[in-house]
């Protein structure tokens, strides 16, 4: 392994640590299919693997440079991002209380409303954004986790991290943060006081399109991590080698994909912010943005791929914008190389918290005056 103490993260990520197969010298790691390994002949496992669930040659790498580029103690890949998120929720016990954002993602938002209620966790949503509502719903020595997303889905609210984590900390809880949108490039939790960070890896680590996973780093590898990867290995929420290896890839190029479009979501943002026929644009690069000086001092070289558009004429203007698009395109999903574009209400139903005249967009690695382009005819006179 090359010596890696003075390479920038972005070198990090296109090394991939630098790792080179020591049976074929290759550059590129091998994709290991085997599910099952040969025991010594006393019936021990000196190797460190016996059977694929719990954890695939395969998972190395990436979990090692994710580690690396969080500066974190551990890393696991997990089959997406809702198994990543619900280990960690799993690995409370019944009765614990937890604290989780209005505004997040609506998936994980639901789950903890229906099966982590009825399993038994105890769960307040607050407005994350506010440390003075953080603090009021801690319930100290009763919480056990604090979970936070920023910048925070559809809207893109800032959670000042490393208030939140103190409060946190102070009530007895652990804190984890969705990073998913800040992609390991934008921002790093753990150094702001996160105990946990968590990735929807099929967004912007993978940046492909092409792979469902997720992935939890840790700070320290103590008690409650442990459980987390007996949650893993005994629910099977594992990601598949050839997924694993796609992983990788992607974050090779993780550096320069979110660069770009960082680069052109702020362009957009600009571009549409005084535009008539658009009411809000919601992009923590925007003064205008109530979380515009939390992201100015938690996330480093740019504000993000995403932001949202709020449509003047309301919920069926937007609608019909998003009809009319040639270039983005309307899908769910964020992060890929693609730009995409969605009315976010629609998606998530009844009581979302999402404005009905909001379209939320993800920029890609387009030339970013085509995208201002097309989105602009599609919003029409």
């Known amino acids: 392994m090359a010596d890696q103490k003075s ?46 669930r719990p954890g695939s ?20 890949l997990f089959s997406s991002g809702m198994a990543a998120a619900t280990a960690a929720f799993l690995a409370l016990k019944p009765g614990d209380h937890v ?44 919480t056990k986790l604090l979970w936070l997303e920023s910048p925070a889905n559809p809207t893109w609210a800032l959670t000042d991290i490393a208030a939140a984590a103190a409060l946190g900390h102070a009530a007895g809880a652990r804190v984890a943060v969705d990073s998913t949108v800040a992609a390991a490039v934008l921002g790093h939790p753990i150094a702001l006081g996160a105990d946990i960070v968590m990735h929807s890896a099929t967004k912007y680590l993978n940046g492909h399109t092409d792979v469902i996973a997720g992935a939890l780093v840790t700070a320290k590898c103590d008690e409650f991590w442990e459980r987390i990867v007996g949650v893993r290995a005994m629910i099977g929420a594992i990601l598949g080698p050839v997924e694993a290896w796609l992983l990788l890839r992607g974050m090779r190029t993780l550096h320069l994909r979110v660069a770009h479009a960082c680069r052109s979501a702020q362009t957009i943002a600009e571009r549409f912010a005084a535009d008539p026929r658009v009411s809000h644009v919601l992009y923590p690069g925007l003064p205008t943005h109530p979380g515009h000086d939390i992201a100015c001092r938690q996330m480093i070289g740019g504000f993000g791929g995403m932001l949202s558009v709020r449509v003047a004429r309301g919920e069926m203007a937007a609608i019909s914008a998003a009809a009319r698009v040639k270039l983005w395109k309307r899908a769910t999903s964020l992060g890929g190389v693609e730009s995409l574009i969605e009315h976010r209400a629609s998606i998530e139903g009844a009581g979302t918290p999402a404005p009905s005249d909001l379209l939320r967009l993800s920029v890609g690695i387009e030339d970013a005056q085509d995208l201002i382009a097309d989105l602009d005819q599609a919003l029409g006179n």
Request: charged share 20%; glycine share 8%; proline share 7%.
């Open 57 to 76: 040659p395969s998972f190395d790498q990436p979990e090692a440079l994710l580690t690396r580029l969080e500066g974190g103690a551990a890393a696991l």
């Open 99 to 142: 604290v989780a954002p209005k505004i997040m993602y609506w998936g994980l938002r639901k789950w903890l409303m229906t099966f982590a209620t009825e399993w038994g966790l105890a769960v307040d949503f607050v407005d994350a954004d506010r440390s003075n509502a953080i603090e009021a719903a801690l319930r100290p020595g009763k």
């Open 7 to 52: 390479w920038h993260p972005a070198t990090l990520a296109a090394q991939g640590l630098g790792w080179v197969d020591e049976a074929t010298k290759a550059i590129i790691p091998p994709i290991h299919l085997s599910t099952t390994y040969l025991r010594d002949p006393d019936n021990q496992y000196r190797t460190g693997r016996s059977y694929g």
